[in-house]
C-alpha cells in the first residue's frame, strides 16, 4: 500500500489507493485501473501516475476494502538496529538483555510454502509470549500475541533494563521444514540468545539465562 488519496472529479469525491504487486508484475483490471475512463491526462499529472509494467496500480477504496483481508502498515526507523536469529523448532525460547531504556518490534515469522498442491497456503498458528525475569521468576508481559495472515506474529514493546525471554510455539503440528525466525528491531541493539531443550518457559532458569547472555556477550 504507497498512497490514499481522495479525487475530486466533476464535484463528486472518489477515494482511492494505490497498491504495487510486490512481483513487479499483475494488476488490477477493475475501477480506477489503468484502463479505467476516469483517468485523464491532467489527473494522471496531478498524481505523477503514468501507466508501466512494474506493479504499481490504483484501485477504489471500496473495492480494495472488500478484496482485501488485511493490511499491514511497515514500520520503518533509520536509527533502529535489526538482529534476526532462525531456530528450528516447534517451540523455542530466546533470551535478551537489556541495558538500557529501549523501545522497538519484537517479531517472529514462520518459513510457508506459497501454495500447496491444492493451490492453498499453508499458515500453521503461531504465538508469541514475552517474559521479564524479576525477582528469580519470570514475569510476562502484557498479552499474547498470535499469527496474522501473513504468518507473523509482531508487538511493539518499551522495555525497561532487564533479562528477558521471549517464547514462540505452533499451536498446531509444524511441518518438520519450518522454522521460527525470530527479529528485534529496535533503538539499541539487540543480542537474540537461543535456550535450547526446553519445552516449558518455567524451566528456564536464571543460571541457564545468564549463561547464556554471557557467552554471547
Known amino acids: 500500500l504507497l498512497q ?9 469525491i472518489h477515494r482511492i489507493v494505490k497498491l504495487r504487486n510486490p512481483w513487479g508484475h499483475k494488476e488490477w483490471r477493475g475501477d480506477w485501473s489503468d484502463s479505467d475512463s476516469r483517468w485523464t491526462s491532467e489527473l494522471r499529472e496531478k498524481l505523477n501516475y503514468y501507466p508501466n509494467d512494474e506493479g504499481e496500480f490504483y484501485i477504489g477504496f471500496d473495492s480494495y476494502y472488500n478484496l482485501y483481508g488485511d493490511s499491514v502498515i511497515c514500520k520503518c526507523n533509520s536509527s533502529y538496529l535489526r538482529s534476526e536469529l532462525k531456530l528450528n523448532s516447534s517451540e523455542c525460547f530466546v533470551a535478551f538483555q537489556i541495558y538500557e531504556p529501549t523501545t522497538g518490534f519484537f517479531s517472529i515469522y514462520q518459513y ?7 493451490g492453498m497456503r499453508s499458515i500453521p498458528y503461531l504465538v508469541s509470549e ?10 510476562k508481559i502484557g498479552n499474547q500475541a498470535k499469527t496474522d495472515v501473513l504468518g507473523e506474529v509482531s508487538r511493539e514493546e518499551s522495555l525497561s533494563p532487564g533479562l528477558y525471554v521471549l ?6 503440528s509444524p511441518n518438520p521444514k519450518k522454522y521460527m525466525c525470530f527479529v528485534a528491531y529496535a533503538s539499541k541493539a539487540i543480542a537474540l540468545v537461543p ?14 539465562l545468564f549463561d547464556a547472555i554471557k557467552a554471547k556477550a
Not at 514475552?130 to 514475569?139: D, G, V
Open 4 to 12: 490514499a488519496i481522495e479525487v475530486d472529479l466533476n464535484g463528486s
Open 112 to 118: 510457508m510454502p506459497r501454495t500447496h498442491s491444492s
Open 130 to 139: 514475552l517474559y521479564r525475569y524479576e525477582n528469580m521468576t519470570l514475569k
Open 167 to 172: 517464547q514462540g510455539r505452533y499451536l498446531s
Open 195 to 208: 535456550i535450547p531443550g526446553k519445552s516449558n518457559v518455567r524451566d528456564v532458569s536464571s543460571s541457564e
